[in-house]
């Protein structure tokens, strides 16, 4: 009887220890997840309050550096785009400053690219440009006249309507006659304002034959420039480059184009690719006189024999 007393009374201890035992976890935890509820900060959203950036975003190249653009003129000058967004030439001599093209005008027209005619009369806007390889683009022109404010599209022949797009537009070295090359034939104008424009070549082929811009290897590999001609000093001499990629294996890709599009297939496109073992394309560089443009005499280079089967 005795022991069952004292069995009973050690069940009960043991009862009230485990209630009160687990009281104290309950209070310890519930003081856990108070305190935790109080010292949290509320939520404020997420940090990034506006648009977030995408992918194209970066890969356009739109966020870039604020980085000085200038480029010399003269011995003593030089133009570049100014803090308040416009077109302006420095001297360095004394630090002054001219400008050239307001903000308003150079937001308007919206250049991607722009070059001083070398009396400082005209400049030259690349607008709209399209990006084809590493170096070369197509793009529309726009001239500025400086001392007007007035602006036209350039055309390489100026009876024409149409703004057409160009792989290269250069100023001569003096003056503002401009050389010129549209659907890889060249073209030269004595002044942006001239009625006539003179066509230099004429048997271009596009992605075989080429005036004035190179073919993919020589962009690629040879050059590094989406130009192949060159303006003796005083502007009457032309020197360009011709390449036939004629005879140049091609090499076939896919193209998906751009992710706007939504092409579910690609494009199969082309280009002549010359491998090892395989041919060249053929160069050769002709001698243009534009002294006389009534009668613009187009010579052939002959290189020399050391040169001629290299």
Not at 34 to 39: A, D, E, F, G, P
Not at 211 to 238: K, M
Not at 257 to 262: D, I, K, Q
Request: charged share 20%; net charge neutral.
């Amino acid at each position: 009887m005795f022991q069952e007393l004292v069995s009973s009374n050690t069940n009960q201890r043991n009862w009230r220890g485990i209630l009160i035992a687990l009281l104290v976890i309950v209070v310890v935890l519930a003081l856990i997840v108070t305190s935790v509820v109080l010292l949290t900060p509320p939520d404020e959203g997420p940090r990034v309050k506006g648009a977030r950036f995408k992918l194209q975003d970066i890969l356009s190249h739109d966020f870039q550096p604020l980085r000085f653009n200038g480029t010399w003129i003269s011995d003593s000058e030089l133009v570049y785009k100014d803090q308040w967004g416009g077109i302006s030439v420095m001297q360095a001599s004394n630090l002054s400053v001219r400008t050239l093209m307001s903000n308003q005008t150079f937001l308007r027209l919206n250049p991607a690219r722009f070059s001083l005619s070398p009396d400082q009369r005209y400049l030259l806007l690349a607008q709209n440009v399209q990006k084809l390889f590493r170096h070369s683009y197509l793009a529309q022109y726009t001239i500025y006249d400086i001392q007007t404010g007035n602006d036209f599209p350039l055309r390489p022949m100026p009876e024409t309507e149409e703004h057409p797009y160009l792989l290269l537009a250069e100023w001569a070295p003096r003056g503002h006659g401009l050389v010129m090359v549209q659907d890889y034939d060249i073209y030269y104008r004595k002044s942006p304002t001239s009625h006539t424009g003179y066509r230099i070549t004429s048997t271009a082929v596009p992605g075989v034959v080429s005036h004035g811009v190179p073919d993919w290897l020589y962009e690629e590999e040879i050059l590094g420039s989406n130009s192949a001609l060159w303006l003796s000093r005083d502007g009457l001499l032309l020197v360009f480059a011709s390449f036939n990629d004629s005879l140049v294996e091609e090499l076939r890709f896919p193209w998906y184009g751009s992710a706007n599009e939504g092409r579910l297939y690609p494009d199969i496109r082309s280009l002549r690719y010359p491998k090892p073992g395989t041919r060249n394309p053929k160069v050769t560089l002709t001698i243009a006189d534009l002294a006389d443009t009534s009668n613009i005499k187009i010579k052939t280079v002959i290189p020399p024999v050391a040169l001629a089967n290299t």
